[in-house]
């Protein structure tokens, strides 16, 4: 997916609909990060939703 120079991962959710709230884990090119890192091109950014269970 392409997204604009200098967006960040909270914008890549809102572009995809995912809430922040579903989010529990950013990884940008296997290295954890917060919503506010900026994208840079080639970059691959994987999302994980909190998980549950017993």
Known sequence: MEV???A????LLDLLGIP???TKL?????VG??????I??????A???PVAGG
């Open 20 to 22: 922040p709230a579903q």
């Open 33 to 38: 990060r917060d919503e506010d890192h900026v």
């Open 4 to 6: 604009a120079d200098g």
């Open 47 to 49: 999302i994980f939703p």
């Open 40 to 45: 840079k091109a080639d970059e691959r950014v």
């Open 26 to 30: 950013i990884f940008v090119n296997n």
């Open 8 to 11: 960040t991962v909270a914008e």
